[in-house]
């Protein structure tokens, strides 16, 4: 089915530990979000990507890494997590600026 | 700094009743105004949005109007039904802009 999916949907690691969360879509859309949903915060934009080997910053980037080879994917890795990564990750995608975003179902992730 | 600001935080209404929640903002730059619905366990899902340049859009039970002079926005559900109860986020673009900044979000009890 066309749409966009998140792997894995939950996760449990340890601070320090690397993890890589992927978000795949298949509608070709060249614009790719990670956003982070935290009690009280609502979402927060973490990077952004308007095409394949073109990223930028979001709100809160520090500690994330991104990287879009190809425009279906778009991998989000914490280099060393910490306890204040525990979050849901939301992956989205648009077909253009002005275009709606469509979300994933997320990733819950957990840092002990 | 919270770019778009929502409220009520919480908000049950019963059956038939009309749900309303809040946003306003400052970037008068913003030029796209969504709301998403969200349930349990699920991704953020576009309900309904809105351009400056209109003052109400209706979709079925779901209205935004929209007071530019006055820099907010609000969603009404007429006619609640508990299958509405989920949790619901504001969010702002700007013309330039890629990303959503998006509300706290609230999280909306109908009750039979």
């Known amino acids: 089915d066309a749409g966009i999916t998140q792997s894995p949907r939950y996760k449990i690691t340890e601070t320090g530990r690397q993890v890589t969360l992927m978000c795949h879509q298949t509608?070709?859309?060249?614009?790719m979000f990670w956003y982070r949903q935290d009690l009280g915060h609502g979402l927060r934009l973490i990077y952004y990507?308007?095409?394949?080997?073109?990223?930028d910053k979001g709100e809160v980037p520090d500690g994330y890494v991104v990287s879009r080879s190809k425009t279906e994917n778009f991998p989000l890795t914490l280099e060393s997590a910490t306890r204040s990564q525990t979050s849901v990750y939301f992956c989205?995608?648009?077909?253009?600026?002005?275009?709606?975003?469509?979300f994933g179902d997320g990733t819950r992730l957990s840092i002990l | 700094q919270q770019q778009v600001k929502q409220s009520p935080q919480s908000l049950i209404v019963q059956k038939g009743g009309i749900s309303i929640i809040n946003c306003a903002y400052e970037n008068t730059a913003f030029d796209y105004f969504p709301w998403y619905q969200q349930f349990p366990g699920k991704g953020p899902a576009l309900l309904i949005a809105?351009?400056?340049?209109?003052s109400e859009k209706k979709e079925g039970r779901f209205t935004i109007s929209f007071n530019k002079s006055a820099k907010q926005f609000s969603l009404h559900i007429m006619d609640s039904q508990p299958g509405d109860s989920a949790t619901y986020f504001c969010?702002?673009?700007?013309?330039?802009?890629?990303?959503?900044?998006f509300g706290k979000g609230t999280s909306l009890l109908v009750t039979p």
């Open positions: 989205a995608s648009s077909d253009g600026q002005g275009q709606p975003q469509h």
């Open positions: 809105i351009r400056p340049d209109v």
């Open positions: 969010a702002a673009r700007g013309s330039s802009g890629y990303a959503l900044n």
């Open positions: 990507s308007a095409a394949a080997d073109i990223t």
């Open positions: 509608w070709s859309h060249s614009y």
